[in-house]
């Protein structure tokens, strides 16, 4: 895309090049040939074209991500059940702050002070992964949980496939919808 | 660096916090942000004076709430705060730009074609984001009045990590500055002020909000009847992730007559009604973590 903002034009709310994640972006170009222009209440109306505009999306997912994590550590605690569970959710949150706090301050002592989110993005996406990879291997409930977590990484990539080949269209029917 | 100095970086103004959000913004993905969020916004909680604050004006604005309600409001409160001031920081050093709606589009075209103007704005929302849209659409230089940080640690962090796209002046030689801000206005520029707190010893005009007695900043009134221009209530409000609306209304015009008590006293209380009408709607944005209400502070 080679514009990154829009303006006064209400059906560029759900453009693919507003999502993050390539199952979303397909959903969202599936989506974009159906729609007509909607009503919109503002009076005037400013879009930026942001990979990490959608709200929906990114809950979903730091939902989803929360309680795959929650699950893991629920699972290794010796409490019972509702304990677990609630210790697990906690012990989530601040694992999520690992690769954060510590991805974050390596990277500034080997490349320097600056954006560093999509590396990090990377590395917590890699550990969530290798985590998935070992409870998925288990013989307890959590195994369904590491399957789904590797499955939607699969189905995501094979989502990024079909955007690849399907490029064209997509650059050309954002355009359509943004001019 | 003394004990003391080195333990100040720690308050709630300190400069630690500050650098943290920085450091947060530049290394948290997109995809954990709520989380993050959600997680700050319970720690916030722990802020005691700011949670009480909040909590005493939550009863004002809502009369039939009781504490344990308005203490789930309070973390809402909290939650829209910290995403506001992630975002804002994001704009700084990221340049990532909201989303943006806009209502009163007549009035916020006829601020931009007048003549110099008051922007009068309240502690909602993104009001560091809203200057920086003004001053990137607009051709108009935007001036804009603040408090400075108590912590000179932070004032110099935040120096630092300004954008340079608005002018601010600090609030701190009342004097001088009614009169660089007269100059300023009747230059054309537009100069945004915070009217609904009280901070410093500054000189204040007698409000009524939610039918009880405040106080408000009475400079911008003087301003505006002393430069003749009119003041524009703006303020931005946060939709959700990366989306605000900026609400322009009616403009105040304060006529000058022989009684200049009553005229400060009409232009106050249609400020006042859009303050009451905003907040009223938008609690859950309106920054004020001190109590706002004499009556309700003591």
Redesign the interface.
Known sequence: MTF??VVDRPVA?SLPSRH??ALSRLAAFVRLGRRSQPQE????????I??????AE??C???W??ATAASYFAVALPFPWPLSILAGVALA?LA??IP??G??FL?RLLIG??????L??AA?MTLLFIASGYFAMTSSWVRFVGWLFIGMLVINGIAALFLWLLRDKVRSAEERCVR | MTRSAWWRRFLVRGVVWRQLLRFGVLNTPSWTEPTVIAFWSLFFLLWGPGRRGVMRNLAVIKPRSNALGNFVRCYRVFWNYAWTIADNVRFKELRTIPDWEFSGWDHFQQLQAGDGAILLTAHMGSYDLGAQLFSETSTRRIVMVRAPEADPETRQFEEHHGTGGVHVEFNTRPAELAFDLLDNVRSGDIVAIQGDRVSGPISVLPAMMFGRATSVPAGPFALAMAARVPIYPVFVVRLGRRRYRLMTSRPIEITRTADREADFARAVAQWMAELERVVADCWFQWFTFEPYWPEKAA
């Open positions: 990154h903002l709310r993050r994640f209440a503002a009076e005037h109306l400013i879009l930026a942001d990979r990490d505009q959608t709200g990114m809950n997912v730091a939902l991500v929360l949150i999520i702050h954060i706090v991805g974050g990277l002070d600056g954006d560093h989110a999509s990090v993005s917590t």
